[in-house]
T-cell receptor, first 113, second 116 residues
């Protein structure tokens, strides 16, 4: 079935380095993608989103890249800080649904001081 | 501006009891979504509601689970006769409805249900 998956389940970086978290999606009809950050014991926190008519979007210290040709999504975090340690999920609007999100399994980012 | 609120944050039930999970959307949001998260997994869509209407419950088990979003008050996810497999974190999200494609969903802190 259609699914969203992540290449790496864990990522460990040094404080100050840049982090890149990758995500592959398989439903070519999806046209909206979101990255969420989830800290232990908390709900997912919206980070940044992108629609399929764009290939790049920047926020504060974060950049999302979308490659529709290979159905790939990535989240780049600049100057990673200990507070960035969390599980990061990519999500897509399932096959173009305007409300149903399909989540990947998540990548655990650990930032070492 | 208060975010999405959920209560209780933790709920313990014995097998066969009922669990009621409540969600108050963000101010100005009229659309509510419930998701379930098992340990070390992503969130799975359960149901999408608007005030007094269930729009899509395709992700909800057909038996024992129900959801409502009344005209007044919070949205309620109800699980009857709970079993151990119902133990999970249940998250509620809300969004406005702008009618211009998929709206950003903002999540609450979740209710962690433990069935003994």
């Amino acid at each position: 079935g259609e699914s969203v998956g992540l290449h790496l389940p864990t990522l460990s970086v040094q404080e100050g380095d840049n982090s890149i978290i990758n995500c592959a999606y398989s439903n070519s009809a999806s046209d909206y993608f979101i990255w969420y950050k989830q800290e232990s014991g908390k709900g997912p926190q919206f980070i940044i989103d992108i629609r399929s008519n764009m290939d790049k979007r920047q926020g504060q210290r974060v950049t999302v890249l979308l490659n529709k040709t290979v159905k790939h999504l990535s989240l780049q975090i600049a100057a990673t800080q200990p507070g960035d340690s969390a599980v990061y999920f990519c999500a897509e609007n399932s096959g173009g649904s305007n409300y149903k999100l399909t989540f990947g399994k998540g990548t655990l980012l650990t930032v070492n001081p | 501006n208060a975010g999405v609120m959920q209560n209780p944050r933790h709920l313990v039930r014995r097998r066969g009891q009922e669990a009621r999970l409540r969600c108050s959307p963000m101010k100005g949001h009229s659309h509510v979504y419930w998701y379930r998260q098992l340990p070390e997994e992503g969130l799975k869509f359960m149901v999408y509601l608007q005030k007094e209407n269930i729009i899509d419950e395709s992700g909800m088990p057909k038996e024992r689970f129900s959801a409502e979003f009344p005209k007044e008050g919070p949205s309620i996810l109800r699980i009857q006769q709970v079993v151990r497999g119902d133990s999970a974190a249940y998250f509620c999200a809300s969004s406005p409805r702008t009618g211009t494609g998929t709206d950003t969903q903002y999540f609450g802190p979740g209710t962690r249900l433990t069935v003994l």
